[in-house]
């Protein structure tokens, strides 16, 4: 199947803890994405990469750091978890295009306890 | 300022009628690109369908339509035939500029109930 494909679903953990969040899009994109959804339903881009290199850091705190190994991967790697940081997180992947829509991941909810 | 207004925060419409899906938005970029997205409860992301500013008719796919009013700055999602699967949030999109450091800003979102 051609997707984006993210893992794990679902992560629990406590205060404190370090935890990554894996993508991989098979979709021949050359961006992908990382979008932050909160409990009010409410998305926003964190992070954007076009062929492994950063293109968009929507200020989000330094504790939350993606990687991109290569066009096809980019994951999201997150330094001493906060109560705050529970959200769903969302993968995406596009054309480096105007009119290309965004593929999203069936995303991630981070649960910090 | 908000660039993207869905001022519509949950919809009930009965089966098989058609409904309309407000969308607001604000640029200064004469070149954008608008989106809408539904989310149904299992959480996932589903594109619908994609508005140019410079195209000169309404996008339209399937039973979605785009009711695109450029000097309005407005773009509504219009379902003809709703069904009973068309239950979902409902996500309205704005991407600016041709391309390069682009994003994808999204409304609040509406919540669609289809009653049957």
């Known amino acids: 199947d051609t997707a984006v494909s993210q893992t794990p679903k679902y992560l629990v953990t406590q205060m404190g803890n370090d935890k990554s969040i894996k993508c991989e899009q098979n979709?021949?994109?050359?961006?992908m994405y990382w979008y932050k959804q909160d409990s009010k339903k409410f998305l926003k881009i964190m992070f954007s990469y076009n062929n492994k290199e950063l293109i968009i850091n929507e200020t989000v705190p330094n504790r939350f750091s993606p990687k991109s190994p290569d066009k096809a991967h980019l994951n999201l790697h997150i330094n001493s978890l906060e109560l705050g940081d529970s959200a769903v997180y969302f993968c995406?992947?596009?054309?480096?295009?105007?009119?290309?829509?965004?593929?999203f991941g069936n995303g991630t909810r981070l649960t910090v306890t | 300022a908000q660039k993207i207004t869905q001022t519509q925060p949950g919809m009930f419409v009965q089966e098989k009628e058609a409904v309309t899906l407000d969308c607001t938005y604000d640029t200064s970029d004469p070149s954008y690109g608008l989106f809408w997205y539904k989310q149904p409860s299992s959480g996932e992301m589903i594109f619908l369908i994609y508005?140019?500013?410079?195209?000169?008719q309404n996008a339209t796919e399937g039973r979605y339509s785009l009711n695109f009013q450029k000097a309005r700055k407005s773009a509504n999602l219009v379902i003809s035939a709703s069904q009973l699967g068309d239950s979902a949030m409902y996500f309205c999109?704005?991407?600016?500029?041709?391309?390069?450091?682009?994003?994808?800003?999204f409304g609040q979102g509406t919540r669609l109930t289809i009653n049957p």
């Open positions: 995406a992947s596009s054309l480096w295009t105007q009119n290309s829509p965004l593929h």
């Open positions: 999109a704005m991407r600016e500029g041709i391309q390069g450091a682009q994003k994808l800003v």
């Open positions: 508005q140019g500013s410079y195209d000169q």
């Open positions: 979709l021949g994109h050359d961006t």
